[in-house]
Structure formats: C-alpha cells, structure tokens
C-alpha cells in the first residue's frame, strides 16, 4: 500500500463537452468527485493524498474559465472543511496562493487552521502550484541561508534541498496517478516524484471512483520498486542485505 498517492485530476473539460455540457459543468463533477476518492483513500489507511486542483499555467485559460475554477475553490472549501475536520483530515495547500482572491486565501486558511491538528489522512491540494517554482523557492531560500552565514555552500545537498520543498515533512509520493489520457507531469511534484511509480489512465477525473482507484493500487501492488537495485537484491534482501548495499551513505 502506498503511503502517499498524488493525482493529477485531468479531464473535466472533455467530460463535459462529451455530455454537451459548459466545462465547468464538469469541474463541479470533478469537485464531486474528490470526495469519493477522500473516502476511499482513507478507508485504505493511506498517509497523505496529494490533488493537483490548479497549475501555475492554468492561469492561461481564459479568464471566465479561472473565474469560475476560483469560485469552485472556495464552494468547495466552505462547504467540505467541516466534513472533513469531523473526518479527522488534516487538509493543506501548497503553491503560491498569494495571487489567489483574498476571499479564497482567508477560506484556505480557515481550512488548514481548523484541521491543523487532525491526525487522520493529510490531503494536500496543490493550488498554484508548479514544480519548477517549488524547487526555485527552496533554491531562493538556501542561497538567502548562504548569504546570512547560516550555511555554506557544500551544506546544499539534495536531501537538505528537499527539506525547503512544499510539505517536506510528507513522505515523498510513492503512486502517481493521471486520469484523461495524457502522458505527461505537467509540472507537478518534480522533485517530489524522482521514484514513484507512475499509473496513467483514459477515464476522465469525475468517472474515476472507488473501482479505479483500486485498481490503480492493485497495480502499485504488483509493482517491484528497485530504487536503482536489482531485482535479485530486492526479492531476496535481508534488510542487513540492503544496508550493506547500500554505499550512498544515506
Ligand atoms: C483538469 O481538467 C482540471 C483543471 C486543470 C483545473 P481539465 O479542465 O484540464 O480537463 P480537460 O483536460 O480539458 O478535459
Ligand atoms: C494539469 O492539468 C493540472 C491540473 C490537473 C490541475 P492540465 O489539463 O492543465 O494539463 P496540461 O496543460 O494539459 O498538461
Ligand atoms: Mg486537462
């Protein structure tokens, strides 16, 4: 079981169209439908959900279409928070939510105050989000560390780069799913998703339910995650084994 599953919920627009509907008819369905795969994810015992609701280039869509995403944003959030503050979900965003509507920001932080504490699933919704400004931020915040003295240059490691990373302390995710067909990050979680195991599928975000969830997990199941080892070592490892392999010194 993966302890930490990121989506990217793709496919909305073309859901609509399909049904001759606005695509924010199918945006309101994807929202639906993020409370179906809450559930589901929780009801697994998974960690931490990571959804990708807006990228930094969403903001290229035409200026009606952001409105309304916006709106759906903080509908959402009103509606959902105490819901899931009963549920024991700790809810976070990450991404630049300074351009956000100030309307939008204050329910953001509504939300995660209220559900800071919860100590059941961690849902992150990846809001402004991209992963080049992700790793540009945490490269901004160690040169800013250099330049006070705190550290020096050879302190910048990977492993300290990725504590300056949106929700460090999360594992990093272990399954990532794009539903809609395309085959493609778009600039979600790149540092972040370096070793997970990648699953892509044509149904679109609001028909993707509890039935393709588990079959996302089924195959991260059937999977053998070899981080850079061999098969052998895997399947035969002693975990003495692994640590006597292992000579990154990590
Ligand atoms: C994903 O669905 C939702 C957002 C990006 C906000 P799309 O709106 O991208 O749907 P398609 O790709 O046009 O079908
Ligand atoms: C990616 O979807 C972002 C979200 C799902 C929020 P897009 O549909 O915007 O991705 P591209 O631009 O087609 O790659
Ligand atoms: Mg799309």
Redesign the pocket.
């Known amino acids: 079981m993966p302890r930490h599953v990121a989506i990217i ?7 609509a169209s399909k049904r001759h509907l606005p ?1 924010v008819a ?2 309101r369905a ?1 929202v639906e439908n993020i409370r179906t795969l809450v559930s589901c994810a929780a009801k697994r015992g998974i960690a931490a959900l990571t959804l990708f ?3 930094s280039e ?1 903001w290229r869509r035409p200026p009606l279409e952001v409105r309304l ?1 916006m709106d759906l944003f903080v509908m959402a959030l009103d509606q959902e928070v105490q819901k899931l503050h009963e549920n024991s979900v700790r809810l976070r965003v990450i991404g630049d939510r300074s351009l956000f509507p100030d309307k939008l920001q204050a329910s953001i932080e509504t939300a995660e105050g209220l559900t800071h504490n919860n100590t059941g699933l961690t849902l992150v919704i990846a809001a402004n989000y991209g992963g080049q400004w992700d790793i540009a931020n945490a490269a901004r915040y160690l040169a800013g560390e250099v330049a006070a003295g705190r550290l020096t240059e050879t302190d910048i490691t990977p492993d300290r780069l990725a504590t300056c990373l949106s929700a460090s302390d999360l594992p990093f995710p272990d399954l990532f799913i794009r539903s ?1 067909g395309e085959h493609r990050i778009s600039n979600f979680m790149l540092w972040q998703l370096a070793y997970a195991e990648l699953y892509f599928t044509e149904c ?2 609001p028909d993707f339910g509890q039935a393709e969830f588990e079959q996302a997990l089924s195959s991260y199941g059937s999977r053998q995650r070899r981080f850079g080892m061999t098969g052998d070592q895997v399947d035969g490892a002693h975990s003495s084994d692994l640590a006597a392999s292992d000579t990154s010194g990590t």
């Open positions: 919920m793709d496919g909305n627009g073309r859901w695509r199918g945006h994807g609701a807006f990228s969403n995403l809609g679109l975000w």
